[in-house]
């Protein structure tokens, strides 16, 4: 009997002393559960971060205050006024925006016409309705390379507008669609 004590005694100290080491790992190189709750615990916010759905960036939007619109554009855009149309340039992206005038077409089918009446090789045309008018984008082969074309007919607040590139890059016609897209009243 005294034999099975002093086992007993001798298995409850080693018990205990490795209860009081909560991130030593136990026989087997394996961490005791107490250890192993509270590691979790400590990841519990990294993977609740993980898990939470990422808020989307906010669009960077740049103002143009003669025409009293905005309009999306990459960090660092300027507007300047350029023979009485306004010029947003910035990182990868040149367009201009102005009142559509009576000259500008109304309709997206009379401008692709129009573009691929005046051009030679109009290709990778692409048309887009919105609820307020229409954009489109083309290219050609010019005599410095390719031209991206980017044309655009917007009515915010009753008035029309027009919003245009012939750029130089892909990304700068793309950047142009999206600043003619989310063209809207400040």
């Given at each position: 009997?005294k034999?099975?004590?002093?086992?007993?005694?001798?298995?409850?100290?080693?018990?205990?002393?490795?209860?009081?080491?909560?991130?030593?790992?136990?026989?087997?190189?394996?961490?005791?559960?107490?250890?192993?709750?509270?590691?979790?615990?400590?990841?519990?916010?990294?993977?609740?971060?993980?898990?939470?759905?990422?808020?989307?960036?906010?669009?960077?939007?740049?103002?143009?205050?003669?025409?009293?619109?905005?309009?999306?554009?990459?960090e660092?855009?300027?507007?300047?006024?350029?023979?009485?149309?306004?010029?947003?340039?910035?990182?990868?992206?040149?367009?201009?925006?102005?009142?559509?005038?009576d000259?500008?077409?109304?309709?997206?089918?009379?401008?692709?016409?129009?573009?691929?009446?005046?051009?030679?090789?109009?290709?990778?045309?692409?048309?887009?309705?919105?609820?307020?008018?229409?954009?489109?984008?083309?290219?050609?082969?010019?005599?410095?390379?390719?031209?991206?074309?980017?044309?655009?007919?917007?009515?915010?607040?009753?008035?029309?507008?027009?919003?245009?590139?012939?750029?130089?890059?892909?990304?700068?016609?793309?950047?142009?669609?999206?600043?003619?897209?989310?063209?809207?009243?400040?």
């Open positions: 009997m034999k099975l004590s002093l086992l007993s005694i001798v298995c409850l100290a080693f018990a205990l002393s490795a209860c009081g080491k909560k991130d030593a790992p136990a026989e087997g190189g394996e961490k005791t559960a107490e250890a192993t709750k509270e590691a979790a615990a400590e990841k519990a916010p990294e993977k609740a971060a993980e898990k939470a759905p990422a808020k989307p960036a906010a669009k960077p939007m740049v103002e143009i205050p003669a025409l009293g619109l905005k309009a999306e554009a990459p660092g855009t300027n507007v300047s006024e350029m023979l009485g149309d306004q010029m947003l340039q910035g990182p990868g992206l040149v367009v201009t925006v102005a009142a559509a005038g000259d500008y077409p109304k309709d997206m089918a009379a401008a692709v016409k129009d573009m691929q009446d005046t051009y030679d090789g109009v290709t990778n045309v692409k048309e887009e309705k919105l609820a307020d008018g229409w954009v489109f984008s083309a290219e050609n082969k010019g005599g410095m390379g390719t031209n991206y074309w980017v044309k655009s007919r917007r009515t915010i607040g009753g008035k029309d507008y027009k919003c245009e590139t012939t750029a130089s890059q892909p990304e700068q016609q793309a950047n142009a669609i999206k600043a003619c897209k989310s063209l809207a009243a400040k």
